[in-house]
């Protein structure tokens, strides 16, 4: 049996073990932060402990003056004072941001009363923060208190990169400090107010919206063809048919059987679909799937809606490729000759995860298309929106089924619909700040729209030859 070596059976403390235990036992050393902290919104500080050998253990704490507390913090464990040096000469790097010693009173106050006041706004420090303050003394009478101006003039400031981060921070703000605070992103200031919101400001001002990346996994399309009338396929890839199907031809299409002319034109769609897939769609046979899409709307049913819907979960390079005016001259006519009441099947279709975000803001119009046909179907196309709104609350921040310009599509339905009961959900979204407000408007224009209530008139015909006359005369212009 071998010997043990450690005759005590003791094990070495971890480092931060160490320090939880043992570090408020160590002499302090130095303390620094840059020559500008008065100044500065944003400020390093370093605190020191020294070990009976020379060797220092020490922290350094970025501090949000403005708003956030303690938003960063690590320890060195035991290093050499070249080490300590380093880390001092490492944050010394520009001539405003030079390091200089101070006393501990001023670090312990500076770290300590930053994070009093960001849990004034309900934002805790840091997770490392559970280590490194065993590196400072106790927050007690020991300490001599020192008071300074946190915020701007004593309110909460919140400095962000972009939307996204400060959509980490909104609802937990609002939530504690209701609309007294103030927030900013990039070079452009806005402040929560309810619907106050300084817009001239935001005016002219890029802010990058976090996008739903397309990941859907398509099914495999068939890339070979059999059609019960093969002409049909003729007339539809001819190439002086490109665009526009003249009356003659669309007479002699509808005296074919419907449910026999339906499967045809459904199977030629899905054909496209798969030669698409394979990098080797023609000209031809796009133009033979639009004549299909809008032809399917005499002859079609829930299958052929269905469908279409399948169509739209392709990426929107496709549909380019298809037409200049999908949404307007083929998708939204057919469907609504189709399916008089979609919106179970819109909802499906939104609520499917990593599609192109172009083909979800499509589906929005296409409902504004059914209530200007149909008004009947206003107080269920509301009901139905406020449903999608609901349902996006919490995922703008993950491009969940969403991204800003999807909302700020639905939104832009919910103002043409009038759907005043819908500002609170509108109002929270919005407060996000991921939402784009270059499409729906900003908050004052929301609020207007949804008391105006206007649709946007759509010259979309129902009559299929009155869909290729408009059609063509759109292509002379």
């Known amino acids: ?31 620094y932060t840059y020559a500008n902290w008065k100044d500065a919104d944003e400020i390093m500080v370093i605190v020191t402990r020294i070990h009976p050998k020379g060797t220092v ?34 944050y010394s790097d520009k001539e405003n941001d030079r390091m200089v010693e101070i006393p501990y009173e001023v670090a312990h106050n500076l770290i300590y009363g930053s ?88 005016q002219g001002c890029e802010y990058e919206i976090h996008e739903e990346v397309y990941g859907y996994e398509l099914p495999s ?20 048919y490109k665009w526009i199907l003249p009356d003659h031809i669309i007479n002699l299409l509808l005296t074919i059987d419907h449910e026999e002319l339906r499967q045809d034109l459904e199977n030629i769609i899905r054909y496209g679909l798969g030669k698409y897939q394979h990098l080797k769609a023609t000209g031809e046979l796009f133009a033979a799937i639009r004549h299909s899409i809008i032809l399917l709307a005499e002859v079609g ?21 298809l037409s200049w005016l999908a949404t307007n001259y083929l998708f939204a006519p057919t469907l ?29 119009e296409y409902v504004e298309f059914y209530v200007e046909k149909n008004p009947a179907l206003k107080e269920q196309a509301t009901a139905w929106v406020k449903d999608m709104l609901v ?16 909302v700020a599509a639905a939104i832009d339905l919910a103002c043409s619909l009038g759907a005043k009961d819908l500002i609170p959900i509108i109002n929270k979204l919005l407060c996000t700040y991921l939402v784009d407000f270059s499409d729906c408007g900003l908050t004052a224009e929301v609020v207007e729209g949804l008391h105006r209530g206007e649709l946007l008139r759509q010259e979309y015909a129902l009559d299929v030859y009155e869909r290729y006359h408009r059609l063509e005369e759109d292509s002379n212009r």
């Open 1 to 31: 049996m071998g010997k043990k070596n450690n005759k005590s059976g003791a094990q070495p403390m971890s480092p931060e073990k160490y320090i939880k235990e043992k570090a408020r036992m160590l002499p302090l050393g130095k303390c």
């Open 57 to 90: 253990t020490c922290a350094d704490f970025c501090i949000d003056k403005l708003c956030r507390g303690l938003i960063g913090t690590r320890y060195f464990f035991n290093v050499s004072p070249r080490k300590l040096a380093e880390i001092v000469e490492y």
């Open 115 to 202: 994070i009093e006041f960001a849990e004034e706004a309900g934002i805790e420090p840091v997770d490392a923060w559970d280590i490194t303050q065993y590196i400072l003394e106790e927050d007690d009478e020991n300490v001599p208190l020192i008071e300074y101006q946190w915020g701007l003039n004593g309110m909460h400031y919140l400095l962000a990169e972009d939307r996204l981060e400060v959509s980490c921070y909104l609802s937990t703000m609002q939530e504690h400090l209701g609309r007294n605070f103030k927030f900013r992103v990039g070079d452009s200031t806005a402040y929560i107010g309810g619907w106050d919101w300084h817009e001239e400001e935001f």
């Open 221 to 240: 399309y068939p890339t070979h063809i059999k059609l019960l009338h093969p002409e049909v396929m003729s007339y539809l890839t001819f190439h002086a």
């Open 301 to 321: 049913n829930m299958e052929s809606f269905r469908l279409l819907m399948d169509v739209l979960k392709f990426e929107s390079d496709f549909l380019d490729q």
């Open 336 to 364: 609504y000759k189709l399916n008089p009441d979609p919106f179970s099947e819109f909802t499906k279709f939104l609520k499917t995860p990593k599609l192109d975000h172009y083909c979800r803001m499509n589906v929005y």
């Open 391 to 406: 349902f996006y609350d919490g995922r703008l921040e993950t491009a969940d089924c969403c991204d800003g310009y999807v």
